[in-house]
C-alpha cells in the first residue's frame, strides 16, 4: 500500500447522470434503456448504459426516433432543476466523506485525499455506497496520484465495472501499469480524439505509450498542455517495465463481492 504521506486525488463521477436522474423517481425505469434529449427534444445529450450501442451523443432526435422505437429506448425531455438539485445533493455527500473537494462539473468531482490514513480504496467504496444510498445514483471512483491518473482510473473503473467494483486505485504499480497498457490514448484527459490522431505516426496509441513518451519534446512539437499531460501519466510508469502486454493484477480479473 502506498504510504499516507504521499499525493493521492480521487474523481468520483456520477454514471450517466442525467438519464440515472431521470431513474430515480421512476424505478420502473431501472432496466430500461433510455435517453435525454437537449432543449426543445433537439438532440440527445445522454445515455443510459444499455443505450449507447445504438444512439450516439448529439443525434439529432429527428435522425434516431425511429432506432428508439425499434430497440425499446424511452427518451426523455432535459429537466434541468432537477439535474441540479441532485448534483448539489451528490457533492454536499461526497464533501461531507472527504477533507477537501473541488467540483469540477455538474456530476464529478475531485477530492484532495493526500496524507490519509487507511485504505483509500475503502474510503471510494464508502462513498459510492453512501451517494447510492441517499440519492439512488450511482458513481464511480478513480484514485491516483495526479488528477490525470485520478481522471483515469474513473475509465478505468467504469469499463471494468463488473471486475471493480466501480472504484480503481492507481497508486498501486501493478494496477496502473496494467491500466495504462490497456487504455486508449484518447482516454486521457486532455488528450481527445484530434490530439490522438497527431500521436498516431508517433507510435503513441495507449495511455502507456504516452507515458513513456519524452514529455518536453511532445511540449515543443504539439502544446504545454500535452507536455503537462504526458508528464502526469508518465513520472509515475516504470520505463520500460515489463514489455508488451502485462498481465492484469489478479484481483483486477476477479468480479468484485460487494
Not at 59 to 83: C, K, M, T
Not at 182 to 198: L, S, Y
Request: hydrophobic residues 40%; glycine residues 8%.
Amino acid at each position: 500500500m502506498p504510504p499516507a504521506s504521499e499525493t493521492a486525488y480521487a474523481l468520483i463521477d456520477c454514471n450517466s447522470f442525467y438519464a440515472s436522474c431521470e431513474r430515480v423517481f421512476r424505478p420502473d425505469l431501472l432496466r430500461k434503456p433510455i435517453v435525454v434529449l437537449s432543449n426543445n427534444d433537439g438532440c440527445v445529450i445522454a445515455r443510459s448504459a444499455c443505450a449507447k450501442a445504438h444512439v450516439k451523443m448529439g443525434q439529432p432526435y429527428f435522425q434516431v426516433r425511429d432506432i428508439l422505437r425499434r430497440h425499446g429506448i424511452l427518451a426523455f425531455s432535459s429537466n434541468y432543476a432537477l439535474y441540479g438539485e441532485m448534483s448539489e445533493r451528490v457533492m454536499s455527500i461526497i464533501e461531507s466523506l472527504v477533507p477537501q473537494l473541488e467540483v469540477y462539473s455538474i456530476d464529478e468531482a475531485f477530492a484532495d485525499l493526500s496524507g490519509l490514513q487507511g485504505s483509500l480504496e475503502f474510503l471510494g467504496r464508502a462513498i459510492r455506497t453512501t451517494v447510492r444510498q441517499y440519492t439512488g445514483l450511482p458513481v464511480g471512483v478513480g484514485i491516483g496520484p495526479t488528477k490525470t491518473l485520478a481522471k483515469l482510473a474513473n475509465y478505468a473503473a467504469k469499463v471494468w465495472q463488473q471486475q471493480t467494483g466501480g472504484v480503481v486505485d492507481l497508486r498501486s504499480q501493478s494496477y496502473r501499469d496494467w491500466v495504462l497498457r490497456h487504455c486508449d490514448v484518447g482516454e486521457v484527459w486532455g488528450v481527445g480524439r484530434r490530439m490522438k490522431a497527431h500521436l498516431a505516426p508517433l507510435g503513441i496509441s495507449t495511455a502507456w505509450d504516452l507515458a513513456q513518451a519524452d514529455a518536453r519534446a511532445l511540449g515543443q512539437r504539439f502544446s504545454v498542455v500535452l507536455e503537462k499531460t504526458a508528464r502526469a501519466v508518465g513520472r509515475h510508469a516504470v520505463p520500460g517495465a515489463g514489455g508488451g502486454r502485462a498481465a492484469a493484477p489478479r484481483n483486477l480479473l476477479q468480479p468484485h463481492v460487494r
